[in-house]
């Protein structure tokens, strides 16, 4: 059994950082890449960075680039997402998730997702 347990949300002004942290407990083909997702209150959800245990890496767009960072601690089975310099647009719930493909986030497919974490940001 799959379990993603995120953590790391809350409030933060605009300009600062959060890093959010997912801990996944079964490390598989199932689980070869890990991501985030958001979902703004009115809007779509959408992808925003996924990785692979190997050391791939896939950003949303031009949006995050350069403000967001994914990384892992492979030991740990724990992936992160370091936001920085964070906009009132980047207010969303974020969610953690895993599948056997990372392209698949691309499409905004995932295997197994995690509970969501609040980010919110304050103007």
């Known amino acids: 059994q799959v379990h993603l347990v995120e953590s790391g949300g809350g409030l933060v002004q605009a300009g600062g950082s959060l890093r959010l942290s997912c801990t996944v407990s079964l490390r598989t083909y199932k689980t070869s890449a890990l991501g985030w997702f958001r979902q703004a209150t009115g809007k779509e959800r959408e992808f925003v960075a996924g990785?692979?245990?190997?050391?791939?890496?896939?950003y949303s767009g031009d949006s995050v680039k350069g403000r967001f960072t994914i990384s892992r601690d492979n030991a740990k089975n724990t992936v992160f997402l370091q936001m920085n310099s964070l906009k009132s647009e980047d207010a969303a719930v974020y969610y953690c998730?895993?599948?056997?493909?990372?392209?698949?986030?691309?499409?905004?497919?995932?295997?197994?997702w995690g509970q969501g974490t609040q980010v919110t940001v304050s103007s």
């Open positions: 998730v895993a599948g056997p493909s990372i392209g698949a986030f691309d499409y905004g497919s995932a295997e197994y």
């Open positions: 990785l692979t245990w190997s050391g791939d890496n896939l």
